[in-house]
């Protein structure tokens, strides 16, 4: 089995970002910049199935700017054989995303599709099932775990009752959630060994996908700040506020 | 052109969520259509007519939708989307599986977790866990769209619209349902909850967690929690509150034992009154609580339930 893992390179989870003062976007110079947490945990468990002897060749594909190539260092780093990054300065939204994604698939033809479930700065959610219909795949969003069988795979997905288990046929795509696994961290030999992997260099015009921004960003805000209140010193006291103060226990 | 929306329900009613992204819909100045997909549903279907500012309730009923699986219910709205201009659902875990689907094969561009309508083109969404909110303007011929529940009022009672049978689209039989783990609860629903009092790592374990069901029992109150209190175990994934996880908006939100990482503080800084449980004073959570109490929560939280 192919494996394909997308991987984008964001803010890292723990930065507090700051927005621009001309509300034009988010501040991004001199930030540290990661591997998305989501798109870690693909990787993980692509290589996991490799280890298993399940998958029998993992590849990393990033878009984005030049620097996208760390991002897919770190996921040869973690175990991924080779990677593709197909290189743009335009801030790709996901449809534009998943139809260079869909590129790649054609011309690697994966058995399974492994991304994170939302990157970590847009919150959107959307490349996975967005792939997934381009390709006229099923799709298993949000797993916490996955069962590959012959010719299908089983995935547990994070519903908002608890779980649900779904079957669906190969080729396949699975979108991860915080609990499929805990990825590693690279070794030193092997970020070395990483640094031998091949990468090939893509522009989105060699899939003929124009990745012009459909949607117009007016402006980017904070959102209102809320204040510290008060510190209470007993639970008498704070059941007091609650009912007389803030009205909100009778 | 008119606005579908994509309903959850329980084949019985409708969920709240979808009353809320309703309103959301009506905002937008159009007829709002209301699509009941699932099987043996005409209950709900009945229910959504009466909902206020449903113009029309198509009614999808066939085994297929009984799941609400991705592949079968996009293709279904996809045979549907020339009458409409807008597509729109709740961001629950449903709506985010099968919208950008439904988008992608539509070839528009989706708008996820929309928290304001500005008007009928111009929206606002968090990104970076909402410490941004972008507004943003969308000129695709279709506005396909997921709406942050907590972010709108429920649409209300008083409306009779027509209902219309839809012929099912099929099953192409890519994917299967196998079963479902759910939590049963005598609780109410973590995000329609009035009250939500959660538990994060000071817990310690999921037995502990005992001590917060009493008080929220007595309140009336959903069972949420951190992140970090789902990851070690002590309770399952659908109590945890926060940016990945559910975003609620109580009127009261009890944090304990909670640190405030900024991807909890995502899912519930919309509450009306925050209080806060830890004997921390340093943690973050205090510096969005409008009441914090600096104590063990293991003596705190029983004293809590024995003064209500």
Same mark, same amino acid.
């Given at each position: 089995?192919?494996?394909?893992?997308p991987?984008?390179?964001?803010?890292?989870?723990?930065?507090?970002?700051?927005?621009?003062?001309?509300?034009?976007?988010?501040?991004?110079?001199?930030?540290?910049?990661?591997?998305?947490?989501?798109?870690?945990?693909?990787?993980?468990?692509?290589?996991?199935?490799?280890?298993?002897?399940?998958?029998? *060749?993992?590849?990393?594909?990033?878009i984005?700017?030049?620097?996208?190539?760390?991002?897919?260092?770190?996921?040869?780093?973690?175990?991924?054989?080779?990677?593709?990054?197909i290189?743009t300065?335009?801030?790709v939204e996901p449809l534009a995303i998943a139809k260079l994604l869909k590129g790649v698939v054609e011309?690697?033809?994966?058995?399974?599709?492994?991304?994170?479930?939302?990157?970590?700065?847009?919150?959107?959610?959307q490349t996975?099932?967005m792939l997934a219909a381009l390709l006229?795949?099923?799709?298993?969003?949000?797993?916490?775990?996955?069962?590959?069988?012959?010719?299908?795979?089983?995935?547990?997905?994070?519903?908002?009752?608890?779980?649900?288990?779904?079957?669906?046929?190969?080729?396949?795509?699975?979108?991860?959630?915080?609990?499929?696994?805990?990825?590693?961290?690279?070794?030193?030999?092997?970020?070395?060994?990483?640094?031998?992997?091949?990468?090939? *260099?893509?522009?989105p015009e060699d899939f003929g996908v124009d990745v012009s921004?459909q949607?117009?960003?007016?402006?980017?805000?904070?959102?209102?700040?809320?204040?510290?209140?008060?510190?209470?010193?007993?639970?008498? *006291?704070?059941?007091?506020?609650?009912?007389?103060?803030?009205?909100?226990?009778? | 052109?008119?606005?579908?929306?994509?309903?959850?329900?329980?084949?019985?009613?409708?969920?709240?969520?979808?009353?809320?992204?309703?309103?959301?819909?009506?905002?937008?100045?159009?007829?709002?259509?209301?699509?009941?997909?699932?099987?043996?549903?005409?209950?709900?279907?009945?229910?959504?007519?009466?909902?206020?500012?449903?113009?029309?309730?198509?009614?999808?009923?066939?085994?297929?939708?009984?799941?609400?699986?991705?592949?079968?219910?996009?293709?279904?709205?996809?045979?549907?989307?020339?009458?409409?201009?807008?597509?729109?659902?709740?961001?629950?875990?449903?709506?985010?599986? &099968?919208?950008?689907?439904?988008a992608a094969l539509?070839d528009m561009p989706?708008?996820?977790?929309?928290?304001?309508?500005?008007?009928?083109?111009? &929206?606002?969404?968090?990104?970076?866990?909402?410490?941004?909110?972008?507004?943003?303007?969308?000129?695709?011929?279709?506005?396909?769209?997921?709406?942050?529940?907590?972010?709108?009022?429920?649409?209300?009672?008083?409306?009779?619209?027509?209902?219309?049978?839809?012929?099912?689209?099929?099953?192409?039989?890519?994917?299967?349902?196998?079963?479902?783990?759910?939590?049963?609860?005598?609780?109410?629903?973590?995000?329609?909850?009035?009250?939500?009092?959660?538990?994060?790592?000071?817990?310690?374990?999921?037995?502990?967690?005992?001590?917060?069901?009493?008080?929220?029992?007595?309140?009336?109150?959903?069972?949420?929690?951190?992140?970090?209190?789902?990851?070690?175990?002590?309770?399952?994934?659908?109590?945890?509150?926060?940016?990945?996880?559910?975003?609620?908006?109580?009127?009261?939100?009890?944090?304990?034992?909670?640190?405030?990482?900024?991807?909890?503080?995502?899912?519930?800084?919309?509450?009306?009154?925050?209080?806060?449980?830890?004997?921390?004073?340093?943690?973050?959570? &205090?510096?969005?609580?409008?009441?914090?109490?600096?104590?063990?929560? &293991?003596?705190?939280?029983?004293?809590?339930?024995?003064?209500?």
């Amino acid at each position: 089995m192919k494996i394909l893992v997308p991987v984008k390179r964001v803010v890292d989870y723990n930065v507090k970002i700051r927005v621009k003062p001309d509300q034009t976007g988010v501040d991004l110079a001199n930030v540290k910049m990661s591997m998305n947490p989501f798109c870690e945990i693909a990787v993980e468990e692509a290589v996991r199935l490799q280890e298993a002897g399940t998958a029998t *060749e993992v590849i990393a594909v990033s878009i984005g700017p030049a620097q996208s190539q760390e991002t897919i260092r770190t996921a040869l780093a973690m175990g991924a054989d080779r990677g593709i990054l197909i290189q743009t300065d335009v801030d790709v939204e996901p449809l534009a995303i998943a139809k260079l994604l869909k590129g790649v698939v054609e011309a690697e033809s994966p058995d399974l599709v492994i991304l994170g479930k939302q990157a970590i700065d847009g919150d959107n959610n959307q490349t996975g099932q967005m792939l997934a219909a381009l390709l006229g795949w099923p799709q298993g969003t949000f797993a916490s775990e996955i069962k590959p069988e012959a010719g299908s795979i089983g995935v547990t997905r994070e519903i908002d009752g608890g779980l649900q288990t779904i079957k669906l046929k190969l080729p396949a795509i699975v979108t991860t959630d915080l609990r499929l696994n805990e990825p590693r961290y690279a070794s030193l030999p092997n970020i070395m060994k990483a640094k031998k992997k091949p990468i090939d *260099e893509k522009t989105p015009e060699d899939f003929g996908v124009d990745v012009s921004p459909q949607i117009e960003i007016v402006k980017v805000a904070e959102p209102p700040v809320r204040e510290a209140g008060v510190k209470v010193e007993t639970i008498q *006291e704070l059941v007091d506020k609650l009912k007389n103060e803030a009205g909100v226990l009778s | 052109m008119n606005t579908l929306v994509i309903a959850e329900h329980d084949n019985q009613t409708v969920a709240d969520a979808t009353k809320k992204a309703l309103s959301a819909a009506i905002a937008l100045g159009n007829d709002v259509h209301l699509l009941i997909a699932g099987e043996n549903c005409a209950d709900a279907v009945a229910d959504a007519a009466k909902i206020a500012g449903v113009a029309k309730v198509l009614k999808a009923d066939d085994a297929a939708f009984a799941k609400l699986l991705a592949e079968p219910l996009a293709d279904l709205v996809v045979s549907l989307a020339d009458g409409y201009d807008a597509i729109i659902t709740a961001a629950t875990t449903n709506g985010k599986n &099968f919208m950008p689907r439904i988008a992608a094969l539509l070839d528009m561009p989706q708008l996820s977790d929309i928290t304001a309508v500005i008007d009928a083109n111009t &929206f606002e969404r968090p990104i970076y866990a909402g410490n941004a909110i972008q507004t943003v303007k969308v000129s695709s011929a279709k506005k396909v769209m997921t709406v942050r529940a907590t972010a709108f009022p429920a649409a209300g009672e008083g409306g009779s619209a027509s209902i219309e049978d839809l012929a099912s689209t099929g099953d192409k039989g890519i994917s299967e349902y196998v079963g479902e783990e759910l939590t049963v609860s005598d609780r109410p629903e973590l995000t329609s909850a009035k009250i939500v009092i959660s538990g994060g790592r000071g817990m310690q374990s999921g037995d502990n967690f005992t001590i917060l069901e009493s008080v929220a029992d007595k309140l009336g109150a959903a069972v949420g929690a951190s992140r970090a209190a789902v990851d070690a175990g002590f309770v399952p994934n659908d109590y945890q509150v926060g940016q990945t996880g559910k975003v609620v908006a109580p009127e009261l939100y009890i944090a304990v034992g909670i640190s405030g990482a900024i991807q909890h503080l995502a899912g519930m800084k919309d509450s009306k009154v925050i209080v806060a449980i830890n004997k921390d004073e340093e943690a973050p959570i &205090f510096q969005v609580a409008d009441y914090g109490l600096v104590a063990d929560l &293991f003596s705190a939280v029983p004293e809590l339930d024995n003064a209500l």
